[in-house]
């Protein structure tokens, strides 16, 4: 794994243990040429996903994005880090598992706010009162760009 801070290639594995639930493993990554310490998650992929925009271009389905997204939602609310773990990938075993490796962006946004009302109604209304402006402008930076705290429904 290369080192992200320095480009080295040779880095050290310093400690593996299974992460959320056991769905993946995380290991933390040393560089041994500049002493950047990293950290790595291995997860099963179970499909390559496709995600198809309103607007009909596709795009490879990215959980980092998902992730990003569903953080800022979730910021400053009192969930454990680890429960929003579970949820992301609770996400993406259900994406994983509708037949289809083309998913619409639609129905990923409709995945994310039925998971987000059971656990956390602000988050909720959060990520549902941006995502209902955003369907239309089909823009994913812009989306998190107006999540963030104060730019939609904050209490
Ligand atoms: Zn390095």
């Known amino acids: ?33 500049c002493g950047g310490r990293f950290t790595t998650y291995e997860r099963v992929q179970l499909r390559d996903l ?5 607007s009909g271009k596709r795009e490879d389905f990215d959980r980092t994005k998902l992730e990003r ?23 993406v075993r259900r994406l994983e598992s509708l037949g289809d490796t083309d998913i619409p962006s639609k129905v990923i946004g409709e995945i994310v706010m039925e998971s987000l009302a059971r656990i956390d109604t602000v988050a909720y209304v959060r990520f549902a ?21 104060g730019g939609a429904s904050d209490e």
């Open 69 to 91: 997204s569903i953080r800022i939602a979730m910021q400053k609310r009192p969930i454990d880090p680890e429960r929003i773990d579970q949820m992301i990938s609770g996400i």
């Open 50 to 54: 496709v995600v198809i925009k309103s």
């Open 1 to 33: 794994m290369r080192c992200p801070f320095c480009g080295n290639i040779d880095t050290q594995v310093k400690d593996s243990r299974p992460a959320e639930d056991h769905v993946s493993i995380r290991r933390r990554r040393f560089c041994p040429a």
């Open 129 to 149: 009162s941006v995502y209902k402006n955003f369907q239309a402008a089909d823009d994913f930076d812009r989306f998190v760009s107006e999540l963030r705290p």
